[in-house]
């Protein structure tokens, strides 16, 4: 039997197998970010996974970044997810949920009439962002204080603590694709002159501080965080992202995290870069297929390895990857519509 389908153990999370699914939002929460029945159904589907990581969820009205994603900010949010955790558990499976906070990569027509776009500097993200009309350009921020700074690293903690309540197994930091932590880290987006930003080791602080308050909830065993260095998605832009993240990387160590979740979608050699400066169970994804992520595992010493888009067509992937049975298709233009068409509605596999 390949490796990929034998029991792993990521921190305090038991996994019985290591086909990890990724975080990919689907935009099928309602208006208020409350996890829809659809949602439900969708990850129920895919519990066969060794680990569900559920997408990126907003923890705060702030932090909202896209139309129709979830939030874990009140009890409506909380009672829905419960509902998916339940689901996930009642199906032998395990799931995280992944804390997003958007920062400057949002519009407003995506947020509440109450909330502002936030940064570490009024610095426009260049590009677009996806709304209900259409593709408009990202929102101009405002620079939060210093004394905001706290703030936002209640949040994460905050948002941790409600998803526990929800029976989340754990959480997962997004740390990539130009949000908030990436943000702050990245000399192009933060140009501050207090303790945040400047040197490279403040503007690692921000990260740090906030994956400290995640593990101060129910331990460090129990918190991922996902990177992909030099990845310039939502226009990160940072000379030197191999020494950005060696930086943080070393200064989060001591925490013992659950894991550390890397995307080879990047410049940099995320694998060694996690080899070199993470002690502790990695999670590779970056178009993966069975071969390669057995490969991944027998001879990199990756302790899972996660999927992203052969879960979407593909509730049943582990026993397709497992039995060696063909893949199904993504039906591409249904990827974010509100409807559980090319959603919840792939079948398993029929002999």
């Not at 210093?146 to 309540?165: D, F, L, M, W």
Request: aromatic share 8%; with cysteine.
């Amino acid at each position: 039997m390949s490796s990929l389908f034998t029991p792993t153990r990521l921190g305090s999370i038991e996994l019985a197998n290591r086909v990890v699914m990724a975080p990919m939002t689907r935009s099928r929460a309602d208006d208020q970010g409350v996890p829809t029945p659809m949602m439900l159904d969708y990850y129920r589907q895919r519990a066969s996974a060794g680990l569900i990581i559920a997408e990126g969820t907003y923890p705060s009205e702030n932090g909202k970044g896209y139309c129709r994603t979830p939030g874990i900010i009140n009890q409506q949010q909380i009672d829905a997810w419960a509902g998916i955790t339940e689901a996930v558990h009642q199906e032998g499976g395990k799931i995280v949920l992944q804390i997003m906070h958007c920062g400057r990569c949002s519009h407003v027509d995506n947020k509440s009439e109450t909330a502002e776009t936030v940064a570490p500097s009024a610095i426009p993200a260049e590009g677009e962002v996806f709304t209900e009309a259409g593709m408009q350009p990202f929102s101009e921020p405002r620079a939060l204080r210093s004394e905001e700074i706290p703030e936002v690293i209640e949040e994460y903690r905050q948002a941790t603590e409600n998803a526990y309540a929800a029976q989340f197994d754990g959480v997962e930091l997004h740390g990539t694709s130009g949000y908030l932590p990436a943000q702050f880290l990245s000399p192009g987006s933060n140009q501050r002159d207090d303790q945040y930003g400047g040197s490279l080791e403040n503007r690692v602080r921000f990260f740090a501080e906030v994956l400290e308050a995640m593990s101060m909830v129910d331990g460090a065993d129990k918190v991922g965080v996902r990177i992909c260095p030099g990845f310039p998605f939502n226009d990160v832009k940072d000379p030197n992202p191999k020494e950005s993240f060696e930086a943080m990387l070393s200064t989060i160590q001591p925490l013992g995290l659950a894991y550390l979740h890397l995307m080879r979608a990047s410049p940099v050699d995320v694998y060694e870069l996690g080899q070199n400066f993470f002690k502790g169970p990695l999670i590779l994804n970056g178009g993966y297929k069975k071969d390669s992520a057995t490969q991944a595992i027998d001879e990199r010493g990756a302790s899972a390895v996660s999927f992203a888009t052969s879960y979407i067509a593909n509730p049943d992937l582990v026993t397709r990857l497992a039995e060696d049975l063909p893949l199904a298709d993504v039906k591409n233009e249904f990827l974010y519509t509100n409807s559980p068409q090319g959603y919840s509605d792939y079948p398993n596999y029929s002999r």
